[in-house]
């Protein structure tokens, strides 16, 4: 999902802090049976209590309020709505409605619903008998509500507020029923949360709900989203999705749930499609053999099931994909390009480093002659010939005219080596050279040496080199890079369950990532460029982020890992 990035970012940086906090369920998502259906987002806590005591304590809370990543989003449209609803609540039931408050509505388990994006209509739910009921700090002020009283002798309150800056009224309506804290919006919500906790038209019995949430079991936090409905709400296209909600349209639900492990945190995903997709996994054999020539320094790579589309996307994306090759430094006002980390890193379905990293800024004209697709067959005859494909990305910070360079390297293994047709392959980089490139009488002449196949442009500081080694197509856009994963032999054992396999190695990200950012936002103020080296910063103790993923008909599963260092595991 790319939802805005900040929101999700907060969510984990949240989550994070209670690593510490082992909780269990004894029944599968039992606290949905007490939400009426139609929610548009439902969000599961283990122990919300425990959650408000480890982030109200915690140096992460401390370094994420001081980072310009929170500074950012407290101004934004979003965020100035929460803050402002917030605000407007606080100041008419006479004490902070916030995360504090809402913990101490919950003995241990509590969820919430939301029902309307833009009037944010929520039900929250938590388990409470009559005693904690009565101490809480709305029934300790239930004197500014109003009193009334159900058929059956049950008692609850009602306060009407006027939010967004008076220009809509909201109601505020909570009462104990059958031994359960219940907390409304509106007074439809409330009728239809008191008749789902007696069985009916209940959210926990949505198809949807049913079929994500069957496999899965609840850990930390679980949030389901209704994906379908989403897609068609003004307020989320507007506020909170970052693609286009075309990305979106096959989705009709999905659901994401926090799991502490041995090593960090594990985010386990499952995605409700309209229309299937069905793809092959990656053996363990072919996934060792690969994994097995990522050096160790290396911060991206992906390992994919090879197809017509990622072929062709891996050779032009490792080899064309650096705009503005050119100098313009000539007029001052002109920006140079930047190439995207991770070589085409699936953004929709991890947000954490979402965006347009790969755009181009202030480019006169971009060739379209020779696009990804013409690489899939010209030379590696890729047609029922390769395997998997591997691509690898490690960024350096340059002088101008480029002032950030990404080294970027593809492997591809085949099935038929034999069939890679060398002067092909390289007639066709020469043609996307001579169509990509302005400057005139450029020669472009192949040399062998230490073993590669290398094409050098030094006017422009420009590398391309390839080898075929064994049953394996190496490519890249840096010699250096390109000998680095030749020779590199380590010991790989993966137990591949997957189609697509990202990682991110954080180890070094203050040599690997801040230096680059510090550059990017001197020269662009986007949001994603100016916030993500200062997110990294707030998370800083995650050394390694990990992205699985497989199809499965109408379910895509995502699994995605977050190792700590060792010196901060709990």
């Known amino acids: 999902m790319k939802i805005k990035s900040i929101i999700i970012s907060l969510i984990l940086l949240i989550v994070g802090v209670i690593a ?6 004894n029944e599968k998502f039992a606290q949905a049976k007490d939400f009426p259906n139609g929610a548009l987002v439902y969000l599961q806590v283990a122990d919300l209590p425990q959650l408000s005591k480890l982030w109200n304590e915690s140096k992460l809370k401390e370094k994420y309020l001081e980072s310009q990543n929170y500074a ?25 409605f916030d995360l504090q408050t809402l913990s101490g509505l919950a ?22 008998n009559e005693t904690l009921f009565s101490a809480t700090m709305f029934a300790q002020n239930s004197s500014k509500f109003e009193e009334n009283t159900l058929a059956d002798g049950t008692v609850f309150y009602q306060l009407e507020i006027e939010v967004d800056r008076k220009r809509r009224k909201q109601k505020i309506i909570f009462g104990n029923i059958k031994n359960r804290f219940v907390l409304a919006t509106t007074e439809q919500l409330f009728v239809r949360t008191i008749s789902a906790i007696t069985g009916k038209h209940r959210f926990y019995d949505e198809l949807t709900f049913t079929r994500l949430s069957e496999k899965l079991t609840p850990n930390l ?32 639900a999905g659901i994401f749930d926090l799991e502490l492990s041995a090593n960090g945190l594990i985010e386990h995903r499952r995605f409700l499609l309209k229309q299937p997709r069905t793809e092959s996994k990656i053996s363990n054999v072919e996934a060792s053999e690969m994994l097995a020539k990522v050096p160790e320094n290396v911060p991206f790579y992906r390992l994919q099931k090879a197809d017509d589309k990622n072929i062709g996307e891996a050779v032009y994306n490792t080899l ?30 991890y947000s954490y480093f979402a965006g347009d990293f790969d755009e181009n800024v202030n480019e006169d004209v971009e060739d379209e002659s020779i696009k990804p697709e013409h690489f899939s067959t010209v030379g590696i005859q890729i047609s029922g010939n390769s395997i998997t494909v591997l691509t690898a990305a490690s960024p350096q910070v340059l002088e101008n005219p480029l002032f950030v360079a990404f080294r970027k390297l593809a492997v591809i293994s085949l099935k038929n080596p034999n069939n890679f047709q060398a002067n092909q392959f390289e007639n066709s980089i020469v043609e996307a050279l001579k169509k990509r490139v302005t400057a005139a009488d450029t020669n472009f002449v192949w040399e062998t040496g230490s073993s590669l196949r290398k094409l050098k442009i030094p006017m422009l500081g420009w590398e391309i080199g390839y080898v ?22 380590n010991e790989q054992s993966d137990k591949a369950s997957f189609n697509d396999l990202t990682v991110i190695r954080l180890q070094n990200h203050e040599a690997n990532f801040e230096q680059v950012m510090q550059k990017l936002a001197v020269e662009n103020d986007d949001f994603f460029v100016g916030n993500i080296g200062g997110l990294l910063a707030v998370i800083g103790d995650v050394n390694r982020i990990e992205i699985r993923k497989s199809n499965e008909g109408l379910i895509i599963r995502e699994e995605i890992s977050a190792a700590f260092k060792q010196d901060n595991m709990p």
């Open 20 to 25: 510490w906090a082992k909780t269990s369920s």
């Open 72 to 96: 950012d989003f407290s101004t934004s449209h979003l965020g100035i709505k929460l803050a402002e609803r917030s605000e407007d609540l606080s100041n008419e039931i006479g004490f902070p």
């Open 107 to 128: 003995e241990k388990q509590a969820a919430i619903a939301v029902y309307d994006i833009g009037k944010l209509d929520i039900v929250f739910v938590a388990p409470m």
């Open 221 to 252: 936090m679980t949030i389901w989203v209704n994906q379908e409905k989403l897609n068609v709400d003004y307020y989320f296209k507007r506020y909170w999705l970052m693609s286009k909600v075309e990305d979106l349209q096959n989705i009709r």
């Open 320 to 349: 064309f994909d650096r705009k503005n090759m050119v100098e313009k430094s000539r007029k001052a006002t002109d920006r140079q390009s930047y190439s995207d980390f991770a070589n085409n890193f699936d953004e929709r379905r």
């Open 468 to 489: 075929l080694k064994d049953d394996k197509l190496f490519v890249a856009n840096s010699f250096e890079f390109l000998e680095s994963f030749v020779s590199t032999k």
